[in-house]
């Protein structure tokens, strides 16, 4: 697969229990945002963009990286990804909406983003809907801590098995160099992860093409 080609001598990790260690508490650090800090006034752009980076700062790789832009809004706007401002001005479920283009984002595309968010932004954006937005939103989220647990304790199992990988003991690495085998070892650690990413990204590709396959259905008994 693809994802297994990166070369081993570019990845420097020493892969000891200090650095399980870090990236446990680096998973424990990331929180969503919760339907409860949003501001109950509706916002400007700038307002919104200025929200977004405040509180989505956790989850950016580098501190110059732009959570949300003025740019990225109009565009999930222009195709009707994130329905339009009221007056210029962004409510709560507009903001929730957002959140979960963000969430999105690394992982589907826009046209897989539009399929998931359609039926939320038809059947519950207004304010009066039944159940709310942030109704749907939370009850997503409640599922979070768990979630954290089981992928915490699967990084420690993956750590593991990287670290069992590229044994002395095997005559195909017996020879290697100590820091040669801990940077196998982390490229291991990496296709790990990456595998069991790649598996699920198309896992959710296809419940995408089913709910898309859904929708158009929908609309064709409405004709």
């Given at each position: 697969?693809?994802f ?56 950016k ?7 949300l ?31 979960l ?23 519950y ?20 801590n768990g ?27 017996a ?21 069991d ?27």
């Amino acid at each position: 697969m693809a994802f297994l080609s990166f070369p081993c001598y570019a990845i420097l990790v020493f892969m000891d229990e200090q650095y399980l260690n870090e990236l446990t508490e680096y998973l424990k650090s990331l929180h969503h945002v919760h339907a409860g800090s949003l501001p109950s006034l509706d916002l400007y752009m700038d307002q919104v963009t200025g929200f977004m980076e405040e509180h989505l700062a956790s989850m950016k790789r580098h501190p110059e990286d732009k959570a949300l832009t003025k740019t990225m809004i109009n565009n999930y706007a222009k195709n009707k990804i994130l329905p339009p401002p009221v007056g210029k001005r962004y409510n709560k479920n507009h903001m929730l909406i957002l959140l979960l283009i963000y969430y999105y984002k690394s992982m589907l595309s826009l046209s897989d983003i539009r399929t998931v968010v359609d039926p939320l932004a038809e059947n519950y954006f207004s304010l009066h809907s039944k159940p709310r937005l942030t109704d749907i939103y939370e009850e997503i989220f409640s599922f979070a801590n768990g979630e954290m647990q089981s992928l915490v304790e699967d990084l420690e199992k993956k750590f593991q098995t990287a670290n069992s990988s590229f044994s002395e003991q095997d005559p195909a690495f017996a020879d290697l160099e100590e820091q040669e085998r801990e940077q196998l070892q982390s490229f291991s650690f990496l296709s790990l992860l990456a595998f069991d990413v790649y598996l699920k990204k198309q896992l959710m590709e296809k419940i995408v093409d089913r709910m898309e396959d859904s929708q158009k259905k929908r609309k064709r008994k409405k004709k």
